[in-house]
């Protein structure tokens, strides 16, 4: 509406008369001197040369730029030229914003060239010619005046012609400089209630960073003009954040003019020419911030501990840690630390994978080897060989060369186990975790090492504290008999564990690929089953069983390369989730819900996110939570990130998290989203609902 009634009051200034009776008799002159510059005095036939336009504007008056903004009109030259010559399109130096009450408009302020390019037919005679144009403009103040100016310029055509006036030279210099130019970085955008710009520059995140930032759209409606304009860097490049027009949606493209200034006061004014994508996270913060998130990564870790998911390895640790109760405690000690180590460098290895892989154009996150079939293959496999081991189906022959030996092959048990412990850890993200997370995928190499290691040692902090304090040991149980018992036990847990991954990969390939993993599963088992026949049996009967596990070993690979080969399920167009009606999550759709003036609840979750699992069981399919989506009729989106969704991902990087669960709540006619915690509660659910 403000834009309409911006256009009908400079309609009216365009068609309204200036009266002498309204203004003072100063303002009867015209605000703006125009006359016409070339770059050379002659030409040759055939050549090309540039021709200036230049505005002298009144103090407190301004003329606009090609968008004009939110009220205005650009400049226009019309030329009679003699016939074959031909005239550019103007060139338009960057412009500035021009605050008019609540409307904000682009345009140029004290004394500005515009430049256009003029082409002399080949065939045109020597001698001068004359080149007439008729400018047209509008200049506005407190009021706004339609002006127009009849110039003219002679240029000589002259087939012995030099090149351009060294009189002028500079002045064409400075304001080619200010004409945006091509960028040389890639650009996109993501759309969401928010406009996010990233222009991935790694020089423009290191140590000359612009100071201000803006940008200027080419058309109306891409962004809303009057909006502050904030901007922030990732570790590769810059983002600025606008606050998207009603237009932009549906150009599926944002173009316009970013400009860059620096400490120095140099100024860089760059095309933008953006398709949608994925864009980081911003980082304002300084040194406060990266300890801020080394705490966080390091709370995060240790909270991850009584996450779901990573229960049952824990479970096998503390088994084998009370099998060293009365024991030698240097060697639990070391054991301890052993295993500490084993997931901190895994944490360390993991992030600096995703690093590698999203610096090479990947859309990914925590948690991203889980949207793999065959990583979620073979993990169960995995689960399915550590619970048949603890079952008693076959066993793990131990070292038993000396006593130096028989450690070693306990610390790299334990190590091994830390390294388990993290690749089950990783679908799961914990309170501060995701803060930490999103802001080290952020920054440089050494912060990433830093912000992950953090998280590894608070991830191991338990295990290293009872390898610290001696005094911890007496409180673990003494080893005999119900260890057996609790060892069978467990196994069940890593039963259940590689059913939800089986589950997890269902919905991940076709019919094809997920009876590919059975029979890998299948095969996996019958091979565990003849290795423990193999370790009682000797002579004829362990060739025989040899040869079993080898051709089984073949036929469960040969599975697995059907899992590999696997072409995902066909898309879920709409769904019931938590027991609620809802829709796939996707910025298009979440954007004309926000039009419609309805309430927006986005889950971002994954299936192989057993925290988003039993957030959804403990809170979203609470019949209370279910009444109040029902009467404030709020929408659901589900963006499920089990595979790979690069619009996902986006949503995610917008709001500082690298993985799931997220959970957002766009309020009727709110700028920004609510977002809840990690782990849900009814409570909670209602409180963001009704606040």
Request: glycine share 10%; hydrophobic share 50%.
């Amino acid at each position: 509406m403000r834009t309409i009634l911006a256009g009908l009051a400079v309609l009216v200034s365009l068609f309204t008369p200036v009266s002498a009776d309204t203004l003072p008799p100063t303002d009867q002159a015209p605000k703006v001197r125009v006359q016409l510059i070339a770059d050379r005095d002659a030409v040759r036939p055939g050549g090309t040369f540039t021709i200036a336009v230049e505005q002298d504007i009144d103090a407190g008056w301004h003329t606009y730029w090609s968008n004009p903004g939110e009220a205005g009109q650009p400049t226009e030259v019309k030329w009679t030229l003699p016939p074959g010559w031909k005239a550019g399109p103007i060139q338009w130096p960057y412009p500035i914003r021009v605050p008019v009450g609540p409307l904000m408009d682009y345009g140029y302020e004290g004394k500005v060239w515009q430049l256009i390019d003029l082409t002399v037919p080949a065939d045109a005679p020597a001698g001068t010619v004359t080149l007439p144009a008729l400018v047209q403009y509008l200049v506005c103040k407190n009021v706004c005046i339609p002006e127009e100016a009849k110039v003219q310029t002679q240029v000589v055509i002259d087939p012995a012609a030099g090149g351009p006036s060294s009189t002028s030279a500079a002045d064409f210099a400075a304001t080619r400089a200010k004409i945006p130019a091509a960028s040389p970085w890639p650009m996109r955008y993501a759309l969401g209630q928010d406009l996010r710009l990233f222009v991935e520059a790694p020089v423009l995140a290191g140590v000359a960073r612009p100071t201000t930032v803006q940008f200027f759209p080419a058309e109306t409606g891409s962004v809303v003009d009057a909006a502050p304009q904030s901007f922030g860097f990732a570790k590769n490049g810059l983002v600025v954040d606008l606050k998207p027009g009603d237009k932009l949606a549906a150009r599926k493209a944002l173009s316009g003019v970013l400009v860059l200034t620096s400490s120095d006061g140099s100024v860089q004014a760059l095309q933008v020419h953006a398709a949608p994508g994925a864009v980081p996270a911003a980082n304002t913060g300084g040194e406060f911030s990266l300890w801020l998130a080394l705490a966080f990564a390091a709370l995060g870790g240790l909270i991850l501990n009584i996450m779901p998911c990573v229960l049952p390895v824990l479970a096998m640790k503390a088994l084998a840690l009370a099998g060293h109760a009365g024991a030698d405690r240097a060697h639990a000690r070391a054991e301890s630390f052993s295993y500490a180590l084993g997931a901190i460098l895994s944490f360390v290895a993991f992030g600096l994978v995703v690093m590698a892989l999203r610096a090479g154009g990947a859309a990914i996150g925590w948690g991203f080897q889980l949207q793999e079939p065959i990583v979620v293959t073979a993990l169960a496999l995995l689960m399915v060989a550590v619970g048949l081991n603890m079952s008693g189906v076959f066993e793990i022959a131990p070292i038993s060369a000396g006593d130096a030996l028989a450690r070693r092959g306990g610390l790299l048990g334990a190590f091994f186990t830390g390294v388990l412990a993290v690749a089950v850890a990783a679908p799961c993200t914990a309170p501060f975790m995701a803060t930490a997370i999103g802001y080290g995928f952020t920054q440089d190499a050494p912060v990433v090492i830093g912000i992950f290691t953090a998280l590894g040692f608070g991830f191991a902090l338990p295990f290293i504290v009872l390898g610290l304090v001696p005094a911890m040991h007496k409180l673990l149980p003494k080893p005999g008999q119900w260890m057996v018992r609790l060892k069978k036990l467990l196994a069940l847990p890593m039963y259940a564990a590689a059913g939800w991954l089986v589950w997890v990969l269902a919905k991940q390939v076709d019919q094809t690929g997920l009876i590919a993993s059975l029979a890998a599963v299948a095969a996996l088992v019958v091979v565990a089953w003849l290795y423990g026949r193999l370790q009682l049996s000797s002579g004829r009967a362990k060739l025989a069983g040899w040869a079993g596990v080898v051709v089984f070993a073949a036929a469960g690979a040969y599975a697995l390369s059907f899992v590999a080969a696997a072409k995902p399920p066909a898309p879920v167009v709409a769904t019931a989730h938590a027991g609620m009606a809802s829709e796939p999550y996707s910025p298009a759709r979440l954007a004309a819900l926000r039009k419609e003036g309805r309430p927006v609840f986005i889950d971002a979750t994954a299936s192989w996110c057993i925290t988003c699992l039993v957030n959804e069981e403990a809170a979203l399919s609470r019949p209370s939570v279910h009444a109040a989506f029902k009467d404030k009729n709020i929408a659901l989106l589900v963006a499920d990130w089990t595979n790979r969704n690069p619009e996902i991902t986006a949503l995610l990087e917008q709001h500082g998290r690298s993985g799931v669960p997220l959970y957002l709540y766009y309020a009727p006619g709110a700028a920004d989203p609510k977002i809840l915690p990690q782990i849900l509660t009814e409570g909670e659910v209602l409180k963001a609902l009704n606040g």
